[in-house]
């Protein structure tokens, strides 16, 4: 089932449960969906990769948002942004651990052909797509720039 199918059946789930919080987060996802497939130039469905791109970077916005809030003391919009990004990663693969992203950075440095630092770049094209989602963009730069300075 596509992401927007079942974020819709969610939706109507959250309304019957009247879970107000995970309303709030599935109608965002669902707005960020409309705005993607409604953009000049775009025809047909959203690809399995935009939709993670798309969940990604609405979890990647609860978590600034509540970095903010926690610096800020504000608790009550700070666990309203975890509850919502809480929804959303349900939607999201299964984060990798720090073994498994290392190792995944290790197998793309060998396919790569990366000797040092200077290759940062090529390392973190190839990481980015391949770990889309699966783990967090500083992370997986964190630690392609480790394993590089070796």
Known sequence: MALKQRIETEIKSAMIAKDK????????????????????GFSGALTEEEELKLLTKAA??????????????????????????????????????????????????????????????KVMGMASKELAGKADGKAIADRVKTLLAK
């Open 21 to 40: 919080v995970r309303l709030t987060a599935l109608r965002a996802v669902k707005s960020l969906i409309l705005l993607e497939e409604t953009k000049e």
């Open 60 to 121: 990647k916005q609860r978590k600034d948002s509540a970095e903010i809030y926690e610096k800020q003391n504000r608790v009550d919009l700070l666990e309203v942004e975890l509850a919502e990004l809480a929804v959303i990663q349900e939607f999201l693969p299964k984060a990798l651990s720090e073994e498994e992203l290392t190792q995944a950075i290790q197998e793309i440095i060998v396919r790569v052909g990366a000797t040092g630092p200077q290759d940062m770049g």
